[in-house]
Structures are given as structure tokens and as C-alpha cells.
């Protein structure tokens, strides 16, 4: 593949020189600043210049973000980051493009955007931050809602089925699937370095608590009381383990997941996890049974599926070569004047 590569710098940068003057006015408890920090964090370590960076955003309360990063940004209109970042890495794809979106901007209104997106495969970053409800607009509940959730445009319950953000991806074509949260710093970091590595549409879902309308939406899986049992965090090449003291496995039984103790089990009949293996990848986006009944599943954490595609840009590109080779830098009057003319006298 000829895909183009990003100029790197030999400039030393820190996280403080990706931290604009701006004043970050997001609400006290808010889990983007979490976020925004780890993102910070890993600017320095891609080796890119700040100019060569771009963070493209939609409306919502997380598409503040390209105001916080000392990067170029685009603050752009609802439901469209997606495209407009489309736009912008097919004609510079020497750039590093980043989507920021909320759950309500990137699966409600720009839910078609980003499917085809994804299934261009346009080498970008997607951050979805998954709050499970509309923020910025005071409490409705949004396409990610549980069903049965009250807010202020459900006070009897949403009756809505909730998407599955990364079924959908994957469903969809995408190349790099990922979940983290905002309350695990030192493990989002891991996975936005990942995702930035990725030739090809990544796509992470970022869990984010909203302290202020869905407050507590996912402390049963960053609470320390609660977290060992509720959470699974995948490495490639190791067995699916959780649970307190380890004790906890997954295996599949066909193509069911089981939880057995690993104690009464060898290793070897458990579950080894294979970023590479898009089956298995598809049972694990499904892992959303009630944490409330007994023999549940641990909700996944870390990269779900990846796989080496080739990027719009690059065919698009190929193309172009192709085309100029066949016919010509071409010309655009004649392109306007069409192939055939008419002289009127």
C-alpha cells in the first residue's frame, strides 16, 4: 500500500504545549475533562507537529473539545463531524485528523455520516463519548439510552431499543474497534495511542459520566467495590479472566459465552482473545445482559477488532494517478464544455 504518511517532528513537545489558553467550561464531575487530559497526554507521543493535527467536532457537550486543544479545530454543526473530517483528510491526508461526538451527535442525527464513515475506512479517529444521554440540551434521553430510562422527554421510561455503538461499527465495516472509559485513565491512554497507530478508521467508544443528568450511569464498572466483577479487560493473546482475585473466566460453549471458574478449568479451554478474529469480536459487542441478574456477562473493555484495510484516500488517490495517466492532467474547460459542442449561427 502507498498510504501516505504523516510528516513527524523532532520538536520535544509536552502535553501542557497541546493545552490551549481557553477556559474549559464543561460542569464540575464531567468525565470529558478526564478524557481531554488523557488525550493531551498522548499528543506528545505520536511525534506529529500541532499543525499537522486537526480535532473535528460536532454540537454537544463534548465538541468544546477542539477549543481546549492547542491543535487546528473545527467547532462544526450537528451530526456532520464525520463528514466534514472525511472532507478534510481526503484532500490533506498528510494530517491527523481526530472526531470528537457524543452519543446524541454521532448515532442520532449523524448516525448515517458515520456508518459511511466507517465503511470508507477514511483513516481518522473517531472518539464517541458515551454518556447515554443528551447533555447539552438538558437531560432527553438519547440513542443509547437504556430502555425504560426517565429523563425529561421519557418521564414514563424510554420504549426506545438502544443502540449498541460498537455493533454498529462493526457492523458497518469498521477496521478498529475499541472501548474504554473516562474514570480509567491510564487505560483509555493505551487505547487512544492504539487507535491513533491504526491506518484506517478507528473507532472508540469512550464511556463518559454526565454528572449532572445521568449521574452514576456506569459506576458499577469504575467503582472499586463493584469494577473486578463487572469489567473484562481483553489482551490480545490471553485468556478472558475477571472477577475479584482472578477467579473468573470466559468460555464459549459453540458459539455461547459461559462464566466458569478457572480454578475448575484448564486454560487452555478458555476463551483466548484475538483482536484479528471478527466473529469472535461480534459476540463480545453482545456481551449487554442485566448486571443485576445473576450468571451475567463482565462488560468488555479494551480493542474489540482490528484488521488491515485499505483507506479511501489511498484508492482515491490511485485513482487519480491512474486517471491522469490514461487522459492527461486534463483541463477543466473542457470538462465544463462537455465532449460535444454546438456553434449557433
Known sequence: MSTPIITPTTEKLTAKDFTSDQEVRWCPGCGDYSILKQVQNIMPDLGIPRENIVFVSGIGCSSRFPYYMETYGMHSIHGRATAIASGLKTSRPDLSVWVVSGDGDGLSIGGNHMIHLLRRNINVNVLLFNNEIYGLTKGQYSPTSPEGHITKSSPYGSIDHAFNPLALALGSGASFIARGMDRDPVHLRGLLKKASDHIGTSFVEIY???????????????????????????????????????????????????????????????????????????????????????????????????EDKSTYEEAMINQINDAKKLKGEGNLDSLLKGRETWEIN
Open 208 to 306: 463518559q459520566n454526565c454528572s449532572v443528568f445521568n449521574d452514576g450511569a456506569f459506576e458499577v464498572y469504575t467503582e472499586k467495590t463493584t469494577k473486578k466483577d463487572e469489567t473484562l479487560f481483553m489482551e490480545q493473546g490471553k485468556p478472558l479472566i475477571f472477577g475479584l482475585n482472578n477467579e473468573k473466566g470466559v468460555k464459549l460453549d459453540g458459539f455461547k459465552p459461559v462464566i466458569v471458574n478457572v480454578h475448575e478449568t484448564s486454560l487452555n479451554d478458555l476463551w483466548i482473545h484475538d483482536e484479528r478474529d471478527e466473529m469472535k469480536a461480534t459476540l463480545l459487542t453482545r456481551f449487554f445482559d442485566n448486571p443485576k441478574t445473576e450468571g451475567h456477562l463482565p462488560r468488555p473493555f479494551g480493542v474489540f477488532y482490528t
